[in-house]
C-alpha cells in the first residue's frame, strides 16, 4: 500500500530543463529534469475542436517528481515486468504494475501495462493522489496518460508497394529511456560544468570543484489542484 513519504527538499533551486511533451488520447504529459529528479505534469483531455485538434486543461492537473533513486527502482521494475511481455508480444490477462509513493500526502505514480479499451495491449503512467488509509484512490484524484505506438514499416518494395506494418510502443520506450538513464545524464553535466569552471579558473595548482547532487530521501509533493503555483 502506498503511504505518506516526508523528507522535502527544502533547497531554493529550482532548475527546469524540458525533456518532452507528449499529447495523448486521455492527457497530456509533460517530462522535466528538475534540480536532481524527473518532474512529471499530467493534465487532462477536455476535448476535440472543430478542427479536430486535442484540448486539455491546463488549469488542472497533477504534478509531482521522482527522485534519481525512484526513477531508477521504476526502471528495474518495468525492464524486469513490462518490456519481455512488450518484446514477447504478450497480452496481459490482468494490468501489470510498478509504482512508488511521491510525495507527503498518499500519492503514488505507477507505470501500468494492460488492455485498453479496445483489448489492445497498452503501456499507461498514472499519477494517484489522495490516497487514503484502505489504499484506495477517489476518481477525481486519478490522472492518467497513455502512451501512443508508432507504426513502422517493414520489408519495403518499392516496385510492388508492400511492407510489413507492425506498432512499436516508442514514447513509453522513450520515457523509459529517461528514468533508466537519469544518474548519467544528471551526473554528466554536474561534472560538466565543473570542468569548464576548472579550465575558466586561473591556474594555482589543483583545482577542484564539488556539485552537491544528494537529495536524500526527498520526494516532491503532489499537487492536484486548479492553477499554477507549483515550483515547475
Excluded at 526513477?71 to 518484446?87: Q, S
Aim: glycine content about 8%; overall charge negative.
Amino acid at each position: 500500500m502506498f503511504g505518506n513519504v516526508g523528507n522535502n527538499n527544502t533547497n531554493d533551486r529550482n532548475i527546469n530543463t524540458k525533456i518532452k511533451t507528449f499529447f495523448g488520447e486521455l492527457s497530456s504529459l509533460q517530462l522535466t529534469y528538475w534540480n536532481e529528479n524527473i518532474s512529471i505534469k499530467i493534465n487532462p483531455l477536455t476535448g476535440v475542436n472543430a478542427d479536430g485538434i486535442r484540448q486539455y486543461d491546463y488549469n488542472r492537473r497533477a504534478s509531482t517528481a521522482l527522485t534519481q533513486e525512484k526513477c531508477i527502482a521504476i526502471a528495474d521494475g518495468i525492464k524486469k515486468k513490462i518490456i519481455p511481455l512488450i518484446e514477447g508480444k504478450v497480452v496481459p490477462e490482468k494490468p501489470v504494475s510498478i509504482g512508488v509513493s511521491v510525495g507527503t500526502k498518499g500519492s503514488a505514480i505507477c507505470v501500468e501495462y494492460k488492455k485498453d479499451d479496445k483489448e489492445i495491449p497498452s503501456a499507461f503512467l498514472t499519477i494517484y493522489t489522495n490516497i487514503g488509509a484502505d489504499g484506495k484512490a477517489p476518481q477525481d484524484g486519478i490522472f492518467t496518460y497513455k502512451f501512443a505506438k508508432t507504426t513502422v514499416s517493414e520489408d519495403y518494395d518499392p516496385e510492388t508497394g508492400e511492407s510489413t506494418d507492425i506498432t512499436v510502443e516508442a514514447e513509453f520506450l522513450f520515457f523509459y529511456e529517461k528514468i533508466k538513464n537519469i544518474s548519467d545524464v544528471i551526473g554528466t553535466a554536474a561534472h560538466s560544468v565543473n570542468n569548464d569552471a576548472a579550465y575558466k579558473k586561473p591556474s594555482s595548482g589543483n583545482y577542484s570543484a564539488t556539485s552537491n547532487n544528494s537529495n536524500g530521501n526527498y520526494s516532491a509533493p503532489v499537487t492536484n489542484y486548479t492553477g499554477d503555483n507549483f515550483p515547475f
